[in-house]
Each structure stands twice: as C-alpha cells, then as structure tokens.
C-alpha cells in the first residue's frame, strides 16, 4: 500500500462576481480531481486551531499530522531546518523576506511588494551575500534561500516586539510595524545599513532598468527556535518523501524524517516543473510508503491577486501533477490511498490567507467509495458537510485517517 498527500497551497477561495459568482476552484477545470472526488470519501478538515494564524507553516504542520499546539514554534526554523542551519540554544530564526518598500515623504511607509517582484534565486543569493558582508555580525547572520525567501539567525535576545506577515500587508501602510523593528538601536543601524547596501547594488539597478521591483530592505518575521518532534517513521513505521519548492516545506519533511527530494527547475509560481516534481514522487513510491507534494503556485498567484495564474495553477495540478501520479500507480497496479487537499484558503480580493476549513478527498484504489457525485469545490464540499456532518475537526488527524489508524 501507498500513501500520498497532494497539497495545492492556498486553492480555497470566495466566491468572484467576475466569475458569476464561482470561486477559482469551481472555474478550473480539473477533470481528474472531479472524477476522484465522485469515488472518494469527501469532507472539511480543519487545518488552523482556534488562536493560530492561518499561515501555510501551521497549515502544514497539521496535514503531516503534528498538532500546532504542542508543537508549533514559528515559520522561520522549519525553514532553517531545509537549509541545513543548525541553531544553537540561544539562537532564533527569522524569516528574511526581501521586500520593495517605499518610504514615502510625509514619513509613512508603504509596502509595494513581499516578494521584490518574484526576484530570482540567482538575484536573491547575489544580494544576501551583499547583506553578510556588509551588515553580518556576531549577532547577525543572513542566509540564501530560494528567490526572496531567507533566513537571518539572530544570537541572544532580541527586542520584544511582534512581527508580520508581510503578504499580509500588500500595498499597505506599514509603518507602525516598521518602526518596531527600529526602535533598537542594533536594529536600527543594522536594517539602515541593510537598505544602503541594496539601494546601489547591481542587481537592483539591472532590474529597475528592466522595470522590475527591486529589493529595497528586509523584513523580518515568522521568528523561532528548532521545535523537537518525533519523525513519521517513529510514530507510524512508515518511510517517505517531501516534494516541494519553497523551504518551508523541505524543513517540515526533514523534521519529519522524510526524504526531501530536489527538483531541478522548481520554483513555487507557475513556471514551476511540475513534471519533475511529479515524476519524483512516482520514483520515491517505488521504495517508499509515502509521499507529500506540495504546489505553491496557487497561493502565490492569490498573494498577487492574478485570477488567470490562479486558476491556471490549479489546472496545472490537475493536469500535471495529480494525474500522472494516479495514471503511473494505476498502470503498475499498484494499492493506493490518496488525500487532495489545501493547506488554507487564499482569497484573491483579500491576497493573504484565511482560516476556513479545507476541502479534502481521500480516495481508495480498493474500494468504490459513494463518492460527492459532485465535482470538487468549496461550496460542494460545505454542502456535502452540512447535510451529513462530516468534517474532520482536528487538521492533524488526516495522516492517521489516511493510514487507517483511526
């Protein structure tokens, strides 16, 4: 028997009027998914406890099966953890976004971009490196990740302040949580000296030559020290793979004890390689019981409020990613036990994530389910749940219902 969670991140959405009213979901055509759906078992899971916010780093946790509550620390260590940083017991992890703000005269400041235009891997690791050189320290250490994803290991204390999201503040005011991280002085000389050294650097000037969004400054957020939990093959004796682009992921398989599998040309947006990655998880499933694949590209087109990319990237996973898989293990006949799923709603009037529970499947190669007999969507699965109540409560018992332990 196999096992398998495909993740299309941030899918869910709202209804749209320039949809007549359908969602995303309901607008793309997913001939593969909608015929899984009519076979399979179908129903809400609640992947964000009460008091958690909605963040793909939560969201995720609970579809490997790991309860926020007890084992939640923050987004940034997980994805230290795929870098390889090891972190000392007086160390902490912040997330490193680099960012296009604008400062603007009145002394208000404005964020324009989260992602610095979708900044390559390439740029962002040329200016990382800038960053080290020139504001580095004891304290302070940056490291490259993938495209404006980063991380920035902080020694000792830090000041006391919350921090952000910042695709949560799209093209909005945020100065007052922009002066939080200023309001230290170490801070202050080191965030400074940041914006200087990305104000001139080469890379930025190409870009705005180009037209793109340069990276103006960092902002810090989804702060954490290593969480300690127990791997899937402990808990469960099952052996696996983590597919995925972004680190987040890759860091929530290696705690997880998964392999963590590398997929030349992956990106997390839509000119992503969806072949490869589903071709690596058909190649982990002939050694190993189970895999996760997780598609970014339908939160990141939510985060830019693209409809076309939205709906785009769901097809593609359709098209791309869940059926190659189901059409290989079919054809080797092999037994199979298969989750579609979201971590989170990503709304696109909103651009950032919110809380509803998540449309899931889970489908049986040895059993014909009653199935929805209904296409898979929002508002087909609330129904569905409404009538016969069929909502998983807690996000971190999927894997077990998918194992069949409980």
Not at 46 to 67: E, I, W
Not at 263 to 268: L, Q, R
Request: charged share 25%.
């Amino acid at each position: 028997m196999k096992y398998l969670i495909l993740v299309g991140d941030g899918m869910g959405d709202h209804p749209i009027a320039e949809l007549s009213g359908r969602t995303p979901l309901e607008a793309a055509k997913t001939p593969t998914i909608d015929q899984l759906c009519r076979k399979a078992e179908f129903f809400l899971n609640h992947t964000v406890p009460q008091g958690f916010p909605p963040g793909s780093d939560v969201a995720n946790l609970s579809l490997l099966g790991y309860n926020p509550e007890l084992y939640y620390t923050g987004r940034a260590p997980l994805e230290a953890a795929s870098m390889g940083i090891q972190l000392a017991d007086d160390e902490t992890a912040f997330r490193c976004n680099l960012v296009t703000l604008d400062h603007h005269d009145t002394g208000q400041t404005t964020l324009r971009d989260f992602a610095a235009g979708h900044i390559t891997t390439e740029e962002a690791h040329g200016l990382i490196a800038a960053l080290q050189k020139n504001c580095g320290s004891d304290i302070f250490h940056f490291h490259a990740g993938i495209s404006y994803r980063n991380i920035l290991v902080v020694k000792g204390d830090y000041p006391d302040f919350s921090t952000v999201p910042p695709h949560d503040y799209i093209e909005k005011d945020v100065t007052e949580h922009w002066q939080r991280y200023l309001a230290d002085k170490g801070w202050h000389e080191m965030l400074y000296q940041a914006q200087a050294t990305l104000a001139d650097h080469p890379i930025n000037l190409r870009r705005l030559e180009c037209g793109k969004n340069p990276a103006t400054a960092v902002w810090l957020w989804g702060e954490g020290r290593m969480p300690s939990v127990p791997t899937l093959q402990k808990r469960f004796n099952i052996t696996g793979s983590m597919i995925s682009a972004v680190d987040l992921l890759k860091g929530l398989g290696v705690i997880a004890g998964l392999s963590v599998r590398h997929v030349p040309g992956a990106t997390g947006y839509i000119d992503t390689n969806y072949e490869g990655k589903a071709q690596a998880a058909i190649d982990a499933l002939k050694t190993e019981d189970f895999v996760f694949v997780h598609l970014e590209a339908p939160d990141e087109a939510g985060h830019q409020g693209s409809l076309a990319d939205k709906i785009q990237a769901i097809e593609d996973f359709d098209s791309r990613i869940v059926r190659p898989i189901v059409e290989s293990l079919r054809a080797n006949r092999q037994e199979f036990r298969l989750v579609v799923t979201m971590d989170h709603f990503t709304p696109l009037a909103l651009r950032t994530h919110t809380p509803e529970p998540v449309p899931t499947l889970l489908y049986d190669s040895r059993e014909i389910h009653p199935g929805s007999m209904c296409d898979f969507s929002e508002k087909a699965c609330l129904e569905l749940d409404r009538r016969n109540h069929c909502s998983m409560e807690h996000g971190d018992h999927l894997i077990e219902k998918l194992l069949g332990v409980r």
